[in-house]
């Protein structure tokens, strides 16, 4: 079967399918749209999983003569309020202020190749790899002058199927969108789990499951960025393994509020949604307007977690990030943050710049602190002008010294954010945002710049541009590093007040939109305090993301684990850095340290002028070998074999996508004096297949990987690891 998008009259059915997964929607009575099936690929479908309805007490019908129709019992694909279906509703709007009532029903539908666009917002790219077809599905309440598309994109060669839905207001009354679910999926509980992503700063990406209750239980933000503390994620699955079992996930392709909901009913039905937070959100619509949802992305596994993130990491590389950034083009940065903090200058730089070279590095980062008056966080945010205290000679020295070395030159920028003493803010105070009748919060000593304004978006805009241009930049960190609270704009002429979250989103993908279109070569990192804004929005304009400003050789193992559910390692940022540890006091061996950034998109942080510190030959020797690896680790297919979060070993495999070369990494945390053995198993193998090892040139067979297992000898000390190179005979 290829891909295909059915439509059949006599059963009324929906059939999404690209020969893996299906996707089946009913319109019943040619009204309802009910969820019929999402999952592994069904070669036709009789309706045989339909539950007859049978009269209840409480329930409700649309119709009298039916009383055992009820909407409490059909699965809904896009449930609304007041209908006898009392879960949590995909649709709420108001109308001149006080009806919220609507009664959408199917209208028509259409089927088109391609993906849909979807207006100022980060979505699924084409591919000509891997084409798409979309079902567009039109709900209408001719009462309320209301219509609602559904669409839903399926893609040939990648198991994940985006949602996304629009509104638009036909009648004349002014609507109120209050919410619009991305996705919003109905099924049975079969005893699933359901696993979600919490964190905190230096803390991200650390995985909660456990069986859903009854009742509701919700995730989401209100911080105006999507992180660390909720993910955008959700996901039932049927044994919590990362080998086995059915798992459906979720996750947005949106930077800003959001809510993840499960929900178990009286009679076990789930309700998934997924979707901008209503509870902070309100967009007004006059007669002929239109509201896009951000897309969902949808992801089916059958073979448990490890499925589930290859289908995300697939999905994010082949439709998410800037195609030309894909594979293994990052270069392998020495970034002077952990170096010197705010303490940069000239001569630092350029010995650091000479010794990068030297060392065979390949970019060169000036972290915070470069512009003027910048010695601490409390200062200079936004007048972005170099320090000639710190750099006499302005940064051309510098940046041309690289340039002619090779070396390309990248720098800090925190555009989003102003400091209370900048001549930015003199100039413009009601560019922050701020209420009318408070003082505003300092968050890390720093205010937030109003990205709703098309003064501010267009300030930023010429002022990277002209700041690129001028010193020829090669690369841009972005960092963000306060949430939002105080989403209130001091011009009036905005929307509503709680539209203003979406509003500053849509300012700031204008401004990164712009940037990127106009230096399409510039690479641009993503940081957010690390990973506190580390999402498929993001990335689809910064192709790599900071993980995290954690870099412990312990804790990093954790995030760098839990992050891999949804991103590939090669779009997280890893650095070496120093020990004892900044964050945490922990000493761990360089190895260990080189070893976990090495599976990600490495580079180093700490001060390599310090022969003390840092052993330059070993350095030397990590640099050439991820140079030889890099290839294989940025376009692998990325295999979690062992958790840190509930054992002593982390292990996790690279394979190239051709399937004949492996990179197994292994960190063994506490030496236990009774550790007798670490035996790992290779499930993800050929069994028919034969494997050399580089080390020992040892060959072994597909199914002793897979079954028996390799012992693995670590040395008697804490915070050991290895790595292992093995491919196909
Ligand atoms: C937070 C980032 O995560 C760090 O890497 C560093 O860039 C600092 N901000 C600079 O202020």
Redesign the pocket.
Known sequence: MTLNISFSEETQLFHLTNGDISYIIEIVHNTYLAHRYWGKALRDYGKHNQVPMYKKTFAASPYANRPEFSLEFLPMEFPQSYQGDFKNPAIRVTRNMTIDQIRLKYHSHKIINGLPRIPELPQARESSEDLARTLIISMIDDIAKVKVDLYYSIFENSNAIIRSSKITNHGSAILSVEQLASASIDCYYQGQNVTTMHGSHQKEFQLDSHKIHHGQFKTGTSRGASGPQHVPFIALSENNSETSGEVHALTLIYSGNHTELVERDQYNQIRLQIGLNSDHFSWTLEKNQSFYSPQAVLVYSSIGFNGMSQIFHDFATNHIVPPHFRNGTAPILI?S?EMSYFDVNEQKMDSLVNKACELGFEAVIL??GWFLGRNN?KTSLGDWLIDKRKFPNDLHHIINKAHLLGLKFGI?F?PEMVSPDSQLLNKHPDWIMKSKWYEPLLGRNQYVLDLAQIEVQDFLISTLSNFIHNYKIDYI?W?M?RHITEPFSQINTLQHPKAYSHQYMLGLYKVINQLTSKFPNVLFEN????GGRFDFGMLYYFPQT?AS?NTDGLDRQEIQYGASYLFHPYQMTGHVSVTPNHQTQRQTPLTTRQNLASSTNMGYELDILDLETCDTILVKEHIDQYKHDRKLISSSNFYRLSSPFNSNLTAWLFESKNKSEYILTVFRNRFHVNEHHHIIKIPYLNPDADYIFEKNSAVISGTELIYSGIHLQFEKKDWDSIILHFSKT
């Open positions: 970034n943050w972290d915070d966080s800090w925190e960190k960092d590093n940081c957010s305090s690390g900071w400003d």
